[in-house]
């Protein structure tokens, strides 16, 4: 009688990117959206995950070095929708010291045009170091997306956990856009800091910022610690490798242990994939304009504009009239300072 040998697989991790611009109904967080008992909205949130595909406009993959670990392990790695997921045999044991690196890059332009980032730009730097003799090539203000540094939301089977460290207190270098928190009032910039003379400069976002997702945010840029000696360094972002491309928008790191909080790791005491394997969530958080409504016949204001900044939503509606399309936001200055984000509404 032939031997057979079965080697079931467990579910390592799945990570979700998730758009609040393609998920926000108007106003409404997507996370906030009520799902009433009768039809047709007691699924909404249900069917917007159905609809939303982050590969329109992000693509992820593991990098080389990650390929060849997940090859070592017979590990099965797959994009979906929502982001991707990563399968083990139930008998493979991973070593703590373990990680997996996955390159985040932009599929599509027009998610800079509604996407909140803190408009800093990521520039490469070229810089030789002489005592090495050899050239050190940095990203600035690349975020590397954790599971050894990110945040939770809620506690037991609520509980979120979230690829985003904490979002901090705000800072004089913070920029337009960018999220910050004061003790649980969660607020976003609508202006560079420190701002210019006269203008507000912070649009509360909630007085509970426990109920709501750990979007990515300009702390998620780690420090740069370069070599004794070499000058010029970027403060924040990655060095770039053979391993890691000129057109990274975003590094994930995984790690199978976090000892700090186990609901993060990924595998058990013994270096086995859990039985039920984390979800880990990435949440990009939509950009924050004032609608300025033009008359396309005169090209004048129009006076009734709102003055309260509001959301970009693909769906619903944050306003009372015609919302903006997801194109071109202008950034409005005062010298080098920026004041605010507008979106421009011909009617």
């Excluded at 467990?10 to 009768?38: C, M, N, T």
């Excluded at 109920?211 to 970027?234: K, N, R, S, T, W």
């Excluded at 509001?310 to 769906?315: E, I, K, S, V």
Aim: hydrophobic content about 35%; aromatic content about 8%.
């Amino acid at each position: 009688m032939a031997e057979r040998s079965i080697n079931g697989y467990k579910r390592l991790f799945e990570a979700r990117l998730l758009h609040h611009y393609w998920l926000d109904e108007g106003r409404v967080v997507f996370d906030q959206i009520p799902d009433p008992l009768s039809p047709p909205d007691e699924a909404k949130k249900e069917n917007r995950l159905l609809t939303y595909d982050v590969r329109s406009f992000l693509a992820v993959t593991p990098t080389a070095k990650t390929a060849k670990v997940f090859k070592e392990f017979s590990c099965i790695y797959r994009n979906t929708a929502l982001g991707f997921i990563v399968a083990a045999p139930a008998s493979v044991v991973l070593p703590p010291q373990t990680t997996f690196d996955f390159i985040v890059t932009v599929q599509n332009a027009a998610f800079f045009n509604y996407t909140a980032l803190t408009l800093r730009p990521q520039k490469i730097s070229e810089l030789y170091h002489q005592a090495e003799n050899r050239t050190y090539r940095y990203k600035e203000n690349v975020p590397v997306l954790s599971n050894l540094t990110g945040a939770s939301r809620g506690t037991g089977a609520n509980k979120k956990l979230f690829l985003s460290r904490e979002i901090p207190a705000i800072e004089t270098s913070d920029q337009v856009e960018s999220l910050v928190r004061s003790g649980n009032v969660l607020s976003q910039l609508t202006e560079d800091h420190p701002p210019a003379p006269g203008i507000p400069q912070l649009h509360q976002l909630s007085d509970s910022a426990n109920e709501f997702p750990v979007f990515i945010h300009q702390g998620d840029a780690p420090a740069i610690a370069p070599p004794a000696g070499l000058v010029g360094v970027p403060t924040r972002g990655i060095t770039l490798s053979d391993d890691i491309p000129d057109e990274v928008f975003a590094l994930i790191r995984l790690s199978p242990i976090r000892a700090s909080d186990g609901d993060f790791s990924f595998v058990d005491a013994n270096g086995q994939a859990k039985t039920t394997g984390p979800v880990f969530q990435i949440r990009f958080k939509n950009r924050l304009t004032t609608w300025r409504y033009i008359n396309k016949r005169t090209g004048e204001p129009d006076i009734t504009s709102p003055t309260t900044p509001l959301p970009l939503t693909h769906f619903g509606n944050a306003g009372t009239k015609q919302k903006p399309s997801e194109g071109l936001v202008k950034a409005m200055k005062n010298g080098n300072t920026i004041t605010r984000l507008v979106s421009e509404i011909f009617i």
